[in-house]
């Protein structure tokens, strides 16, 4: 399982985004099990990488599995409850 954050360098929302998830990852155990990715949209590795994952709006956050979709926000910062029982489900999903 992985996060990706797909956000622009120069955007305080995506920084937002990127320090929230961090903070909460921490917070709930979860930061040593599951990767955070920043992908800058402003590359053009970030820009096929965001292609692929079809984002238009930054940020756009994706919880993925095995490249397979589990949870995602775009335009947004992921809200914290959201964010939890995303990654609490996906967590209980994978120990089984």
Same mark, same amino acid.
Do not use: Y
């Given at each position: 399982?992985? *996060?990706?954050?797909?956000?622009? /360098?120069? +955007?305080?929302? +995506? /920084? ?6 961090? $903070?909460?990852?921490?917070? #709930?155990?979860?930061?040593?099990? *599951? =990767? ?6 402003? &590359? ?8 692929? $994952?079809?984002?238009?709006?930054? =940020? &756009?956050? *994706? ?9 995602? #926000?775009?335009? &947004? *910062? =992921? =809200? ?9 489900? +996906?967590?209980? &999903? /994978?120990?089984?």
């Amino acid at each position: 399982m992985r *996060i990706e954050v797909f956000g622009k /360098q120069g +955007c305080a929302v +995506c /920084q937002s985004t990127k320090n929230k998830l961090s $903070h909460f990852l921490e917070k #709930w155990g979860f930061a040593v099990k *599951i =990767p955070l990715a920043f992908v800058d949209m402003e &590359t053009d590795d970030g820009m096929a990488e965001g292609a692929f $994952h079809d984002v238009i709006d930054v =940020p &756009t956050t *994706i919880v993925s599995d095995d490249g397979a979709a589990l949870a995602r #926000w775009d335009g &947004t *910062i =992921p =809200p914290s409850e959201d964010l939890k029982k995303a990654l609490e489900q +996906c967590h209980l &999903t /994978q120990s089984r």
